[in-house]
């Protein structure tokens, strides 16, 4: 059975997408299949992969309005090896169209359970808030939430917020709900602000915390405009390299394996430089 994150902080700009998209890439060029699922009306993560999102037709918001998901929602990138259940702009409607709904909460997790045996790994994009359409991507988590923080000014601002908002649907709805990681991002290593807020984030989670640490990257905010990942707008960058770490390690945290002819790739690079 494949797993599920959903990457969540309600704060904007934190690396949500990015993340999504580029740790999804990386775990796919290891050999898992992966589905990315964007449940964010703005749509970044659609777009990151080259698909507008104003064509999109179904896509998220047809699913939790409770249409059945057939295998047509689910966009696959050949290049990428890389599926993604899209999203499109109306999907900013869906928290006001289910406000009366049964089950609100839980129509991600029902619509995307019969996916679940056909992908390695699920990754939920979720929107800056912490509404409706979040707390679904949070009933949907099943194997845990991701939480990138950027390292930055404020950055701890709103995690308080939000851990007490996994408690209360940990709570109320689905009591293994729990945090899978945290994943600090646009880390600056020429600012001491930086290493102040990986120490703060650590004092706080503690172990949670994941050991890879993503640089700020110019590279990394250039991918999307070209619909690609990073692993394929500039591979050996240290970007590239920071998201395919992360990758490793939540496969290794996961019990996988890494595949050798990854590994075989990572020794040919290391003798070559
Ligand atoms: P939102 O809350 O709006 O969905 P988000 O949390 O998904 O935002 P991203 O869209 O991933 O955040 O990133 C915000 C911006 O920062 C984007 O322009 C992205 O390209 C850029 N960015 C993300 N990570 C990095 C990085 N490590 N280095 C430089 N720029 C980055
Ligand atoms: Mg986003």
């Known amino acids: 059975?494949?797993?599920?994150?959903t990457l969540v902080n309600q704060k904007g700009g934190v690396g949500k997408t990015t993340t999504a998209i580029n740790l999804g890439a990386c775990l796919a060029r290891m050999d898992q299949k992966v589905l990315l699922v964007d449940i964010d009306p703005q749509a970044n993560a659609t777009s990151s992969l080259g698909v507008e999102k104003h064509s999109v037709k179904?896509?998220?918001?047809a699913?939790?309005?409770?249409?059945?998901?057939?295998?047509?929602?689910?966009?696959?990138?050949?290049?990428?090896?890389?599926?993604i259940l899209p999203s499109s702009p109306d999907l900013a409607g869906a928290e006001v169209e289910l406000v009366n709904e049964l089950g609100r909460e839980s129509r991600l997790l029902h619509a995307i359970a019969p996916l679940v045996d056909r992908y390695d790994y699920i990754l939920i994009d979720c929107?800056?808030?912490?509404?409706?359409?979040?707390?679904?991507?949070l009933m949907a988590a099943r194997d845990g939430v991701?939480?990138?923080?950027?390292?930055e000014y404020l950055a701890l601002e709103g995690l308080g917020e939000l851990m007490r908002t996994v408690k209360r649907v940990q709570v109320a709805l689905f009591p293994s709900l729990h945090v899978r990681g945290v994943i600090l991002t646009m880390f600056d290593h020429r600012t001491h602000l930086a290493n102040d807020v990986v120490a703060e984030v650590k004092k706080y989670f503690k172990d949670l915390v994941f050991e890879t640490i993503i640089p700020r990257s110019i590279r990394l905010a250039e991918a999307p405009s070209y619909g690609l990942p990073?692993?394929?707008?500039?591979p050996g960058s240290a970007a590239a390299k920071a998201y395919e770490s992360l990758a490793r390690e939540l496969l290794l945290g996961?019990?996988?394996?890494?595949?050798q002819a990854v590994e075989r790739g990572k020794k040919l690079r290391l003798r070559r430089t």
Do not use: F, W
Not at 65 to 83: D, I, K, T
């Open 1 to 5: 059975m494949g797993r599920v994150y």
């Open 58 to 61: 179904g896509g998220t918001y």
């Open 63 to 83: 699913t939790l309005l409770g249409e059945s998901l057939s295998s047509a929602q689910v966009l696959h990138n050949p290049r990428l090896q890389l599926s």
């Open 127 to 137: 929107p800056p808030s912490l509404g409706l359409l979040t707390v679904n991507g």
């Open 146 to 151: 991701l939480i990138p923080v950027q390292c």
């Open 230 to 234: 990073i692993t394929a707008y500039a």
């Open 254 to 259: 996961d019990g996988k394996k890494i595949p």
